[in-house]
């Protein structure tokens, strides 16, 4: 599972968001140690495309979305967006930079200030920028409020905390979408919802990317959210990539051992499909003190010397489907099958 | 053979598990309500203490029988809370006092609030060297003991006058508010601090600077929005905290000596408290209400806006 290595990246001129080697390290007080939050990861997306990236939690997703954001910045790294480097930006026009990608996140409530109004908070990009005329400010509001389904004149009077979680995230939604931004990165936005819920703002995210021509990076811990929404999925473990593989072959034939633990601890509403069970033992190592070698070996059902050795490299074993595992799953034991859903 | 069925007394469930959460509510209302009719009271007084018929002029001396005295009067219809060792009528004092405390108190709490304020602000948002700077400063007034360094303020400033002779303006109850706002700046800034903190890594202020917000804007428009409520808190009881320091740095001889204060009253009424304890019980019974006015007002509040901030 370390889960080094740029194999996985395809030409970097067709990549919108291209992040090579990606380091994010946080000081522990003043012990001089340091939390390995992301150790080098490498990730592409393209223009359109729809990137999942999963792995339970404190693995370092949220932390990667934050750091392509430069929210804060990364130890090392490099993240070039729409062909500009934004690591080396300097600070207005990183700023300018950001309005280009905008970023949803977990906890609806929380990503609004309980102290204004929604209007005035979906229209805060717009004021920050002096986007248009106050007329045309107000009409491009309207819109996208009505689009995400939250009716305007109500948001003119109300503030967050008369609105449901999910009505929260819409209108978090709206807010980032007033820009035009070319890529959103959804922080677990439907985690903190209710399920009936998630459906409908997975379809709303579904629709608007249709309609604006988004590119999304959705991170979650969810292995079946992420199946339906994304074209692409990227496992992490411990600031680490593990696999990286289109969404259908990835649950049809997961290669690392930790897809396969993770895939099979999705549990499946039907006792009468046969679970596969990969059980896993103990909790993820400190990421302070990470494991040498591939970082899973400490908990890999398949483990042998080489893995506490030596760091293995993703590596391509099938079409567009990379591995970074010495001894990885053969012939793609699924472990439960997740069937295609039908739409 | 007859059946009585007696139905069990059935408890009201509407009204059963209502009543203690009432009177849980209702309580500290009843002390609010009391601080804000006393404090509403006072400061109508003394806005028109010059118009209304029954507050005299604070050096309005009341003869009995042609003759001005000592207090020669107790408590009574002609002087409703006596009169003092210059035969002015207590009551009227203690207005014409609570003037000149409250004003250095709103002031000196209006210092506090927006150093002290600022500076925790700063502290808590930008964190590393301005922290740095901020808790030092902060932790150096708290070290020194408040009398002390009120004492040593106001000495200091009274020389300072003399040498320049630009803070002509800085009679005594500038230098008292002055001193009593730097002293209020530590717990403000202290507690803006700890609210900052808390407040800079919620979600909508990540949301904000991913939007493109500067740090100022930032500030101004997430920040300290959510701070109000808390400081606002703070702030009206830290007023009931410094009006009570007025009190005890007039009796060390350190009050506003024109027109008057309460502490002022207290000091020299204190004196002879056993021949006249009008001239000292009432100004410190006016002191002890307004104070616990604002504590009255301070918990409720507090109150409200925890209930708030929880259901947010």
Known sequence: ?343 | MTLTIESPPVADPASAPDTPARTQRRRPRIGMWFGITWLGGLVFCIVFASVLPFIRLYDTKIRVGGKAGRYNLGPGWTAWLGTDSSSHDVFARCIYGARVTLTVGVLSTVIGLVVGGLLGIASGYFQGWTDRVGSIITDSLLALPPLLLALLLVYRMDDLKDVYSWLGWLDRQWEITLTLGILAIAPFARIARAQTIALRDREFVLAARSLGAKSGRVIAREILPNLIPAMLTVAVTGLGILVAAEGALAFLGLGVERPLTWGKMISDGQRDLARAWWATIFPCLFLFLTVISFNLIGDQLARRFDIREAAI
């Open chain 1, 1 to 343: 599972m370390a889960g080094t290595g740029t194999a996985h990246l395809r030409s970097a001129s067709d990549a919108l968001l291209r992040v090579e080697n990606l380091v994010v390290e946080f000081p522990v007080g003043r012990t001089g140690l340091k939390v390995n939050a992301v150790s080098g990861i490498s990730l592409d997306v393209l223009r359109g495309e729809t990137l999942g990236l999963v792995g339970e939690s404190g693995c370092g997703k949220s932390t990667t979305g934050r750091a392509i954001m430069q929210l804060p910045r990364p130890t090392s790294g490099s993240v070039m967006f729409e062909g500009k480097e934004l690591t080396s930006m300097g600070g207005d026009t990183m700023r300018e930079a950001r309005t280009r990608m905008q970023m949803i996140f977990q906890d609806p409530i929380s990503s609004l200030n309980p102290r204004r109004k929604v209007r005035d908070i979906v229209m805060e990009p717009l004021t920050i920028w002096g986007r248009g005329s106050k007329s045309q400010r107000n009409d491009q509001v309207d819109r996208v409020l009505d689009e995400v389904g939250i009716d305007p004149q109500r948001a003119a009077e109300s503030q967050p905390h008369q609105f449901s979680g999910g009505q929260c995230q819409r209108i978090s939604i709206a807010r980032s979408l007033v820009l035009d931004p070319s890529m959103i990165i959804c922080d677990e936005p439907v985690s903190a919802l209710d399920v009936s819920v998630q459906a409908q703002v997975l379809n709303l995210l579904e629709d608007l990317k249709q309609r604006y021509g988004l590119t999304l990076v959705f991170i979650a811990h969810d292995l079946a959210v992420v199946k339906n929404i994304s074209d692409r999925v990227a496992v992490m473990y411990l600031g680490k990539i593990c696999e990286v593989a289109g969404s259908d072959e990835l649950y049809r034939a997961p290669a690392h051992h930790y897809t396969n633990v993770l895939l099979s601890s999705i549990p499946v509403p039907d006792p009468s499909v046969a679970v596969k069970r990969h059980p896993i033992e103990g909790e993820p190592p400190s990421p302070v003190f990470p494991p040498s070698g591939c970082r899973f070996n400490t908990r890999c059902p398949a483990a042998q010397e080489r893995c506490s050795a030596e760091e293995p490299l993703l590596r391509e074993i099938g079409d567009g489907h990379f591995v970074a595992c010495h001894y990885p799953v053969h012939g793609g034991d699924a472990p439960v099958t997740v069937r295609s859903s039908s739409n």
